[in-house]
């Protein structure tokens, strides 16, 4: 069974870093686009970052809106996905979401919340 | 970015009757490749978002056959045949023809 598993999220004020983890089990990790997406409160949601597959050399892509804040990445032999997130703005606040790509998103996490604020 | 339009906001169903939900994308996601890079996500009530539709009209595996999708380049349409309690959430349309992917801003499902 697939299983991702997000924790990491908490309460940060403006200007700081946090790092978000997902654990992925049920899959062979590497051959898989990993990827955040991210969902303010009663908004929408919002592609932000992936790692592409080892198929790809692990290349990753991000949302403008995020692009040289935050770092997606992961270690293959703990399954785990990282999203670091720097220079936190109040408009980051959102529950993050990490999601299998493959023929769309077919997996997600349960979501982490992440509140930025003073 | 391509923009990715749903109508209407909102919907109220009978049970056992149908419903249908568009979307619209600002430009073609017909690939060269002959696949439609269009996607249909269901957000149930304090749930993640499950995939329903991919690739325009496939259905996801364990998804009720009551789901359907089709459509053109840039017009999309997810139809529910015989609304149930549990279709209630809302959903979304997204595309992955390019980056970034993006979505719709999603269609509240209710019961009347």
């Known amino acids: 069974e697939v299983k991702l598993v997000e924790y990491g999220g908490g309460l940060v004020q403006p200007g700081a870093s946090l790092r978000l983890s997902c654990e992925a089990s049920g899959f062979t990790f590497s051959d898989f686009y990993m990827e955040w997406i991210r969902q303010a409160p009663g908004k929408g949601l919002e592609w932000i970052a992936a790692?592409?597959?080892?198929?790809?050399?692990?290349?990753?892509v991000y949302s403008a809106s995020v692009k040289d804040r935050f770092t997606i990445s992961r270690d293959t032999y703990k399954s785990i996905l990282y999203l670091q997130m720097n220079t936190l703005k109040p408009e980051d606040t959102a529950i993050y979401y990490c999601?299998?790509?493959?023929?769309?998103?077919?997996?997600w996490g349960q979501g982490v919340m992440v509140t930025v604020s003073s | 970015d391509i923009v990715m339009t749903q109508a209407p906001l909102s919907v109220s169903v009978t049970p056992g009757e149908s419903a249908s939900i568009s979307c619209r994308s600002s430009?073609?996601?017909?690939?060269?490749?002959?696949?439609?890079?269009v996607y249909w996500y269901l957000q149930k009530p304090g749930k993640s978002p499950q995939l329903l539709i991919y690739?325009?009209?496939n259905l996801a595996s364990g998804v009720p056959d009551r789901f359907s999708g089709s459509g053109s380049e840039t017009d999309f349409t997810l139809k529910i045949s015989r609304v149930e309690a549990e279709d209630v959430g809302i959903y979304y349309c997204?595309?992955?023809?390019?980056?970034?992917?993006?979505f719709g801003a999603g269609t509240k499902l209710e019961l009347k």
């Open positions: 690739r325009m009209s």
């Open positions: 997204g595309q992955l023809l390019e980056n970034p992917p993006t």
């Open positions: 430009k073609s996601l017909l690939h060269s490749n002959g696949i439609t890079y």
């Open positions: 999601a299998r790509g493959y023929y769309g998103y077919t997996h």
């Open positions: 790692s592409r597959n080892k198929a790809n050399d692990y290349s990753t």
